[in-house]
């Protein structure tokens, strides 16, 4: 009985003093969690924005490499994602960028956005991008992108544009647009010549010229 005295007593001791070095650290935590350096920041500065249940995070355009501006007529990148708070899912059908492209490719033409899930469009290969830059296109200003749900409606966005640079720099430009190839130029003639195989008799040649 001794025994088994002295060893709840030492039991409670250590029971007691755990708990005497845990409040600290909890209280600690917690204000940690308060503290401003602590506080989630994203990582980049985008624009944010909310239309009924659909939420927009962290969009920006994508600019030239070290500053430099995109040439007018060449494609820019836009990275977003896109989280939809609802219980209804829903779709984002298109994204303009009036005054700035002339137009705007979404891949697969749209979206779904799941009820309470998110649409990751962030990248590093980007899924929205710019076709038709109107004038130059300098890192810093900001763009009005409109991005159009299927249930949410319209959204318009002031997009900044971010130097392909620095954290940047892990996000890739728009690949070129795909030119048509196989197509002869206008005027042009063509021709097709047959080599004889030796031994047979020879082929007269064919020329085909275009009709005026």
Known sequence: MIRSSHGSKLLRRLLIGAAALLIPVLTGCEAGNGAPTLQFHPAANGAYGTADA???????????ADNAPL???????MFLAIYNGGNSADK?????????????????GSVAVPAQDTAYLTGPAPKVVLRGLTSALLSGPTVTVILTFQNAGAMTLTVPVEPRSGYYSTFSPPAPSASPSGQAKPGATSSVKVTPTPGAPAQPSASASPTP
């Open 54 to 64: 659909i939420g927009v995070d962290n969009a920006f355009i994508l600019g030239g």
């Open 71 to 77: 040439a007018p007529g060449s494609s820019a990148s």
């Open 92 to 108: 984002l059908l298109s994204v303009s960028a009036p005054g700035t492209a002339t137009s705007v490719q979404v891949a697969g």
